[in-house]
Nanobody, 121 residues
């Protein structure tokens, strides 16, 4: 079992930055691939970024490439999502997820409760 808790969301103006954190508890965190997803009001949950268990493989949604960076600090059981040059369309609830493989599909075994990100224009 892995428990995930997101933090770092908030209200920011367009062009600004936020760093989301995902704190994991439980066994074998370092063996899991980690992903970030987001869900805007009235829309389906969509993939944002993912990182392999080793940190050696990362993948991003086209809409965030060059602006967002996913990283992990296994010694601290943390995963980060650095978000720069934020746009109003980045608004949504951001979820952290843990699973066996890096995938853009929401087929992760464990999910956090989410943190709200609001980007004003």
């Amino acid at each position: 079992q892995v428990q995930l808790v997101e933090s770092g969301g908030g209200l920011v103006q367009a062009g600004g930055s936020l760093r989301l954190s995902c704190a994991a508890s439980g066994r074998s965190f370092s063996s899991y691939a980690m992903g970030w997803f987001r869900q805007a009001p009235g829309k389906e949950r969509e993939f944002v970024a993912a990182i392999s268990w080793s940190g050696g493989v990362t993948t991003y949604a086209d809409s965030v490439k060059g602006r967002f960076t996913i990283s992990r600090a296994d010694a601290k059981n943390l995963v980060y999502l650095q978000m720069n040059s934020l746009k109003p369309e980045d608004t949504g609830v951001y979820f952290c997820a843990a699973g066996q493989v890096v995938t853009m599909d929401p087929r992760y075994a464990y999910w956090g409760q989410g943190t709200q990100v609001t980007v004003s224009s």
